[in-house]
């Protein structure tokens, strides 16, 4: 079992910027494919970014709504996985989760949720 933390959520202007941290309890932390996810109202939630360690190195993939503005980035030392929002716009307003996806099973898990409001 892993417990996902995540934090940094809150309200922002149009044009500024955000970092979300999400902790995770795991005695084996690179063996996951860690990801933000968004859901706005009344929308499905979607992926938003994700990173997966290989080697010395790490894979990421971003949502083309995001790409250059995001950035997602992980400590495998501290159990974190971090998203850098800049330049946020009023949809990105969503609540965001931080996804633990093994790469040796099936097993996933969820954070409980982070609220990110853009509005002026």
């Known amino acids: 079992q892993v417990q996902l933390v995540e934090s940094g959520g809150g309200l922002v202007q149009p044009g500024g910027s955000l970092r979300l941290s999400c902790a995770a309890s795991?005695?084996?932390?690179?063996?996951?494919?860690m990801g933000w996810y968004r859901q706005a109202p009344g929308k499905q939630r979607e992926l938003v970014a994700s990173?997966?360690?290989?080697?010395?190195?790490?894979?990421?993939e971003y949502v083309d709504s995001v790409r250059g503005r995001f950035t997602i980035s992980r400590d495998n030392g501290k159990n974190r996985v971090y998203l850098q929002m800049n330049s946020l716009k009023p949809e990105d307003t969503a609540v965001y989760y931080c996804?633990?996806?093994?790469?040796?099973?099936?097993?996933?898990?969820w954070g409980q949720g982070t609220q990110v409001t853009v509005a002026s």
């Open positions: 990173i997966t360690t290989r080697g010395i190195t790490s894979v990421t």
């Open positions: 795991s005695d084996n932390f690179s063996l996951y494919r």
């Open positions: 996804k633990a996806d093994s790469i040796i099973s099936s097993n996933a898990y």
